[in-house]
């Protein structure tokens, strides 16, 4: 059976980067990169109506397909391959950790000592639980465990949250929002891993804020930032921070 074309277009303002070989939009929460469920907005989908699919060596034709992880209810920079050759060579590329991820992220500020220094690194090794569709943290070399590593700093400090800026180094299930909660500390909004509450918008406050990537076919790098899309005074102020 004809499946029905998506009845949404990504707008203009939300694509980063586009050509022949890739594409990067500005993700919104809500919007799924790969196994869309039911009331999630099926990307693949969206982007190869929107822009056509692009034919492989072989002359089939190929849809848009994500080359990283980004959870459903985070924001921000997501990179999609337009070809097969472009999609194994940006493959590689992630693996080999030549890919920069940077996130921002709000955090709820415990009470008592905050068990971050201003800047580190977190080691921990994640297990996915899959029944729950959660990742869960082990300080400690663990069977059945992936090492997930990643660099924070914080560039910001409230009276209810914290603000981290996080270079993502390996790409793991749930990796920021395990290691975070390993730690007592939870995104906002981010009630699978112990926030307090849930966003009124929905999402977390987490946001994929700039990538840079080999390009697959040009000797160059690629790199962009993403907007918040749902700016108000905790991103102004996150905003502000990160220029001081």
């Known amino acids: 059976m004809k499946q029905p074309k998506p009845s949404i277009e990504i707008e203009l303002e939300r694509i980063l980067y586009i050509d022949d070989y890739c594409i990067v939009i500005n ?20 982007l190869a109506e929107q822009f056509g699919r692009r034919k492989s060596s ?14 459903v209810p985070v924001t921000g920079c997501m990179l999609f391959a337009r070809t097969p050759e472009a999609l194994d ?22 009470a008592g000592t905050l068990p971050l220094s201003e800047e580190g690194e977190l080691i921990h090794w994640i297990e996915v639980d899959a029944r729950r569709n959660k990742s869960i943290c082990y300080t400690e070399e663990h069977p059945r465990c992936k090492k997930a590593e990643l ?11 914290i ?14 929002r395990a290691q975070l909660e390993a730690l007592g500390l939870h995104i906002k909004g981010d009630l699978k891993y112990g926030a307090k509450r849930s966003e009124k918008e929905g999402g977390i406050r987490l946001h994929a804020r700039s990538l840079t990537f080999p390009h697959p076919k040009k000797d160059e790098e690629v790199s962009v930032t993403a907007p918040i899309l749902n700016r108000d005074n905790l991103w102004t102020a996150f905003e502000e921070s990160s220029l001081t």
Request: glycine share 12%; hydrophobic share 40%; proline share 5%.
């Open 58 to 71: 072989g002359g089939k034709t190929f849809a848009p397909a994500a080359v990283h992880r980004l959870d």
């Open 151 to 161: 660099r924070y700093r914080i560039i910001g400090r409230g009276e209810h949250y």
């Open 163 to 176: 603000f981290l800026e996080i270079q993502l180094i390996t790409g793991r299930h749930h990796q920021i």
């Open 89 to 110: 060579f940006l493959n590689r590329q992630f693996a080999q950790r030549k890919a920069d991820k940077r996130y921002w992220a709000v955090v709820e500020n415990p």
């Open 27 to 46: 993700k919104a929460s809500g919007e799924a990169a790969e196994g869309a469920g039911p009331g999630m907005t099926d990307l693949p989908a969206v």
